[in-house]
């Protein structure tokens, strides 16, 4: 089972350029998740969805777009990298809005100079 | 805004021990709550999810407890191994999950 699969695992990027993290699953899951997780900060959401076509902010969502045109897939897209966006992203899927349990993907590490 | 605390911020304890992991949240209109476990470097393992209509879920050596009324969970580890060394992560669901901090556990051989 593939369950929730980020990629890539890591990236570097230059201020400035453009990227976007991609998140896929194969739950048939309608509610998708980014979250960003920074020493001492925990994890804080950025975007979600709660299904095809409908995204929604989290409480760090400056500098981040995101779009859902299927069940499968919720991209992340940083459109002018920033240092301060150095940080470890998850995605994470779960069905019923989220009230059961959630699955987490294994991670992009993305340092940016 | 709902808010996830968990204390002890770090814990280390001698092999076979038993332990309690605290976490304490702030809405209690909650859906569910969920405990994970993280690995150094790695993603997030769900280890047990609790229902608001439940008090309690076991898995081996793993018992979680809720009090919704009180806005208080605890995560119990019996008989604790040096595998079970790891940062544990407590997350509430409103609609978003939102998540405390973790506890960073060491268990020493």
């Known amino acids: 089972n593939a369950g929730v699969t980020q990629t890539p695992k890591f990236q570097v990027l230059k201020t400035g350029q453009s990227m976007t993290l991609q998140c896929a699953q194969d739950?048939?899951?309608?509610?998708m998740s980014w979250y960003r997780q920074d020493p001492g900060m925990g994890l804080r959401l950025i975007h979600y969805?709660?299904?095809?076509?409908?995204?929604d902010q989290g409480e760090v969502p400056n500098g981040y777009n995101v779009s859902r045109s299927t069940t499968e897939d919720f991209p992340l897209r940083l459109l002018s990298a920033a240092p301060s966006q150095t940080s470890v992203y998850f995605c994470?899927?779960?069905?019923?809005?989220?009230?059961?349990?959630?699955?987490f993907g294994q991670g992009t590490r993305l340092t940016v100079v | 805004k709902q808010e996830v605390t968990q204390i002890p911020a770090a814990l280390s304890v001698p092999e076979g021990e038993n332990l309690v992991l605290n976490c304490s949240f702030t809405?209690?209109?909650?859906?569910?709550l969920q405990w994970f476990r993280q690995d150094p470097g790695k993603g997030l393992t769900s280890l047990l999810l609790?229902?608001?209509?439940?008090r309690e879920q076991t898995s081996g050596r793993l018992n979680a407890s809720l009090d919704k009324s009180s806005g208080r969970s605890t995560l119990y580890i019996a008989a604790s191994q040096p595998g079970d060394s790891a940062t544990y992560l407590c997350?509430?669901?409103?609609?978003?999950?939102?998540f405390g901090k973790g506890t960073r556990l060491s268990v020493i051989a």
């Open positions: 994470a899927s779960s069905s019923q809005e989220g009230r059961t349990e959630a699955f």
């Open positions: 739950m048939n899951h309608e509610y």
């Open positions: 969805s709660v299904g095809a076509g409908i995204t």
């Open positions: 809405d209690s209109a909650i859906y569910n």
């Open positions: 609790i229902q608001s209509s439940q």
């Open positions: 997350a509430v669901r409103n609609t978003p999950l939102v």
